[in-house]
């Protein structure tokens, strides 16, 4: 089992998998027919304003880094003199006017990919040895992009499938994404409503008043005091890692050993679902221990906010029931549920997430005020009957994918 970032580079040899066997992963089986080698994608302004569009990845079967260009086919990554080289190469894709139709390209086969949107300007992305592709850090008042209006959205098209999701695990911005995708069969996923970044900004402001933790830090201004983006924990935490002044450093510690209490002398039940059974663990000693042999040690801030971690960390060498289970564990920290319901991801409805006062307030916010999108990495765990939160869309036939900024 994958996260949603894990997802994006390990479809692109192995087909789709997720943490806990959504709709898009049931309707791609292990005997579905190769996805086409190319699809439309339809880039659509419906803002007030000019919009410039970048779709970046890796090309699937070659590994070679790549952007597709308005005209002339793609760009694929040449080695740079050397670290922070400027993209040799002006890979905007110029929408057209508010309200015009479309602009349409071909899509080939790609991983690890995104369509980059920024309103009224225009990116900057350089060159690493590799050569790798040195994407914007929107977090970093450093970087040239900064001040920019910019969001963007995730895709991997390989021979299985074409999976595309809007995500705010890294961010939500003031340019909401909306997408349609149209194959076997027809997926729209919503974009932020109007007023919703404002409505997450205050909300966070006000949760920095109440609890005092930094969560006023994750609201990103521009010079004239606009609202730029709201960046998720994670992201904020990044430039601290490892030092002592870390935003958010102990934040979980207080529920974690309210969690470990608890299980000390209660059975906790993860159901890793899709008919892999239900696995049983307690806190032995110091450590969470399930009966397969799969252990976690407590978990801190930096573990549950980044779901890849510490006791979260992504082993690829690890079995698919610890794989499982991590993905379980951390969605259930995030939401705040593990310590009340012993069953999971089942015990909990998704009207109990996020009502312990240490929880991901992000991730609350975000959910509070858009109709659909993960959250955090996990947030594609649903328990069963629930509906999906998670902003994907999949189809092993896609004819064309559509976005829209808005």
Same mark, same amino acid.
């Given at each position: 089992?994958?996260?949603?970032?894990?997802?994006?580079?390990?479809?692109?040899?192995? #087909?789709?998998?997720?943490?806990?066997?959504?709709?898009?992963?049931?309707?791609?089986?292990?005997?579905?027919?190769?996805?086409?080698?190319?699809?439309? *994608?339809? *880039?659509?302004?419906?803002?007030?304003?000019?919009?410039?569009?970048?779709?970046?990845?890796?090309?699937?079967?070659? #590994?070679?880094?790549?952007l597709l260009r308005s005209s002339g086919g793609p760009y694929y990554l040449e080695e740079p003199p050397g670290p922070v080289t400027p993209l040799p190469v002006d890979a905007s894709i110029p929408l057209g006017a508010p309200g015009s139709g479309p602009r349409v390209l071909t899509l080939p086969r790609m991983y690890g990919a995104r369509i980059y949107f920024v309103r009224e300007d225009t990116l900057d992305f350089y060159v690493n040895p590799g050569p790798?592709?040195?994407?914007?850090?929107?977090?970093?008042?450093?970087?040239?992009?900064?001040?920019?209006?910019?969001?963007?959205?995730?895709?991997?098209?390989?021979?299985?499938?074409?999976?595309?999701?809007i995500s705010y695990v890294d961010l939500v911005t003031a340019l909401p994404i909306g997408l349609r995708l149209e194959g076997d069969g027809d997926r729209t996923v919503a974009p932020l409503p109007a007023g919703a970044v404002d409505a997450i900004a205050a909300e966070l402001t006000g949760q920095a008043e109440t609890d005092g933790q930094p969560w006023d830090r994750l609201v990103m201004r521009g010079d004239d005091g606009r609202i730029l983006r709201v960046m998720s924990p994670q992201n904020v935490m990044a430039p601290y890692f490892g030092q002592p002044d870390m935003p958010f450093a102990g934040y979980w510690d207080p529920y974690v050993d309210e969690v470990w209490e608890h299980y000390r002398t209660t059975d906790l039940r993860v159901d890793l679902q899709g008919g892999r059974g239900v696995l049983t663990g307690r806190i032995e000693g110091d450590v969470l221990a399930f009966e397969d042999g799969s252990t976690f040690a407590r978990p801190g801030a930096r573990d549950v906010f980044t779901c890849n971690h510490g006791p979260f960390a992504n082993v690829p060498s690890d079995s698919e029931a610890k794989k499982g289970l991590l993905a379980r564990l951390a969605a259930a920290c995030n939401r705040s549920t593990l310590h009340s319901h012993a069953d999971q991801p089942n015990g909990a409805g998704v009207e109990e997430f996020y009502l312990h006062p240490v929880t991901n307030h992000y991730a609350r916010a975000v959910h509070e005020n858009a109709p659909i999108g993960y959250a955090f990495p996990y947030d594609d765990v649903t328990p069963d009957g629930a509906p999906d939160q998670s902003g994907a869309a999949a189809d092993g036939n896609p004819r064309r994918l559509t976005v829209t900024v808005s």
């Open positions: 089992m994958v996260s949603r970032r894990t997802l994006i580079t390990a479809t692109a040899a192995t #087909g789709a998998a997720a943490a806990s066997v959504p709709w898009w992963l049931r309707s791609v089986g292990p005997d579905a027919s190769a996805a086409p080698a190319t699809c439309e *994608l339809a *880039l659509v302004n419906d803002t007030d304003a000019a919009v410039n569009a970048y779709v970046t990845g890796i090309e699937f079967g070659t #590994g070679r880094f790549m790798a592709l040195v994407q914007p850090a929107l977090h970093n008042t450093a970087d040239t992009n900064y001040g920019k209006i910019v969001s963007f959205c995730e895709f991997t098209f390989n021979d299985v499938q074409l999976f595309a999701n």
